[in-house]
């Protein structure tokens, strides 16, 4: 079975100050996704990253970086320089590879609060 | 703007009533997918359709149930309502063309049990 753990709950930081949200995954299957989302207070889930299980390398976008480890089941998420508009809950997920019309839903963790206040 | 759209947004409803969401996918995508977000609970994944079949289940309810329609939006279906299904309930899309493996969510719509 998948899992998806993400131990920090709630993490508060001052504004520009850099954050990191830990994700650590469980699966049997050797060809898998890996996904963050981020859910601003208004409600909806907005994708911001996916990451197949044979690519490793790190990732970065603007503010934004991934670090994939295989070697230790994770994938963390790391803000630099965060900003109040970063304050959201931030979700780990995972799914299995299949082809369309398979199952290929996501399995994702508690979320992770994060605030960043001025 | 995801291209998911969800209706109704927010309802209001009593214990031991009925509701129907209803979700419209992405043009092109196949498959629709339900979850539920409550304080407590999290995520859940509830239902997976393709195509008008379903094709994975996960922790829905006896009282819930769905379908996919020949035009491909789907309806959720809650009855016999209790005070714990108020939650958010997200629709989500994803197989189309480009199938890329991730998911792409509605607005979501929040229910309240009174």
């Known amino acids: 079975a998948q899992k998806v753990t993400q131990a920090q709950t709630e993490i508060s930081v001052v504004e520009k100050e850099d954050v990191t949200l830990d994700c650590v995954y469980e699966t049997r299957d050797t060809t898998y996704y890996l996904f963050w989302y981020k859910q601003p207070p208004s409600g909806e889930l907005v994708f911001l990253i996916r990451r197949n299980s044979f690519d490793e390398q790190n990732e970065i976008s603007g503010r934004y970086s991934w670090n994939f480890q295989k070697s230790t089941s994770s994938f963390n998420f790391t803000i630099t320089a965060s900003q109040v508009v970063d304050s959201a809950v931030y979700f780990c997920?995972?799914?299995?590879?299949?082809?369309?019309?398979?199952?290929?839903?996501?399995?994702f963790g508690k979320g992770i609060t994060l605030s960043v206040r001025p | 703007d995801s291209g998911v759209t969800q209706t109704p947004k927010h309802l209001i409803t009593a214990t031991g009533q009925r509701v129907t969401l209803r979700c419209s996918p992405r043009s092109g995508d196949l498959s629709v997918y339900w979850y539920q977000q409550s304080l407590d609970q999290g995520l859940q994944f509830l239902i997976q359709?393709?195509?008008?079949?379903?094709?994975a289940k996960g922790n829905i309810l006896e009282r819930f149930s769905a379908q996919q329609f020949p035009d491909l939006h789907s309806e959720l279906n809650l009855s016999s309502l209790e005070l714990g299904d108020s939650a958010l309930y997200f629709c989500?899309?994803?197989?189309?063309?480009?199938?890329?493996?991730?998911?792409?969510f509605g607005e979501g719509s929040r229910l309240t049990v009174l």
């Open positions: 989500a899309s994803s197989g189309g063309a480009r199938h890329t493996g991730e998911l792409f």
């Open positions: 359709y393709y195509n008008g079949e379903e094709r």
């Open positions: 997920a995972l799914s299995e590879e299949r082809p369309p019309g398979a199952n290929s839903k996501l399995t």
